[in-house]
Every structure is written in structure tokens, then in C-alpha cells.
């Protein structure tokens, strides 16, 4: 059977991949929010069952919130949650594993996120 083009993959251990970063999904849920399945799954190019999935993972670890809106589910971020994940990992790549250490000041611009950031 042909592989899904939105399928997970195996690692070296045999443990699952996805292959989307959760990033990727965070970022289109907040692009969105509130965001209906179908929207993330427009957004980051996989399957809608494939988004619903991770959509479901993420919520379990408390990255994402859902409603029942008639006959759809929306989804939202929480916030803290979401500014921690993303901007540490997506500054990480983008400026090198140093960029913190480099740049004492970094955070200086950046808005208060309250007590749970």
C-alpha cells in the first residue's frame, strides 16, 4: 500500500515521527484561532484526520484548547503555553543555539506574558 503523504514516519528506534513539527500545527492554530480542523489542515498541508490527531495530542499536553461550535471544533491556543514552545525552538533555528547567550538583552522589547509564561 502507498505511504499517506501526510503519514507519520518511523525513527531509527522504530518509534513514530510526525512529520510536521507541533510548531508548524501551533503556529497555524494561532494564525487561525479560533480555528476549525480544516483550516489548520489547509494551512500546514496534511490530511484533516492528520490534523484532528495532533490537534487531539496537543490539547492532551495543553498546548491547545477546543469548543464544540455547532457542527464544528475550534481551536485556540493557550498562550503561555504556545509563546514558550515556539519562540525559545523557532529563535533556536533561526539564529543558532548561541543566540541567548550572545544577546543578554533579547527579551528586553518582548510583552509580559504574566505569571504563567
Not at 60 to 70: L, P
Request: proline share 5%; with cysteine; aromatic share 8%.
Amino acid at each position: 500500500m502507498p505511504a499517506d503523504s501526510d503519514s507519520d514516519t518511523r525513527d531509527t528506534h522504530g518509534r513514530y515521527t510526525p512529520e510536521y513539527a507541533d510548531e508548524e500545527i501551533l503556529e497555524a492554530v494561532r494564525e487561525h484561532a479560533p480555528a476549525s480542523t480544516k483550516e489548520i489542515a489547509d494551512t500546514v498541508g496534511c490530511s484533516r484526520q492528520n490534523a484532528d490527531r495532533r490537534l487531539r495530542q496537543l490539547r492532551e499536553r495543553g498546548a491547545v484548547a477546543s469548543k464544540k461550535t455547532g457542527p464544528a471544533l475550534v481551536w485556540w491556543l493557550d498562550d503561555s503555553t504556545f509563546a514558550r514552545r515556539l519562540s525559545r525552538k523557532s529563535t533556536a533555528n533561526t539564529y543558532g543555539d548561541d543566540y541567548f547567550a550572545e544577546n543578554p538583552g533579547w527579551a528586553d522589547d518582548l510583552p509580559d506574558l504574566g505569571e504563567n509564561a
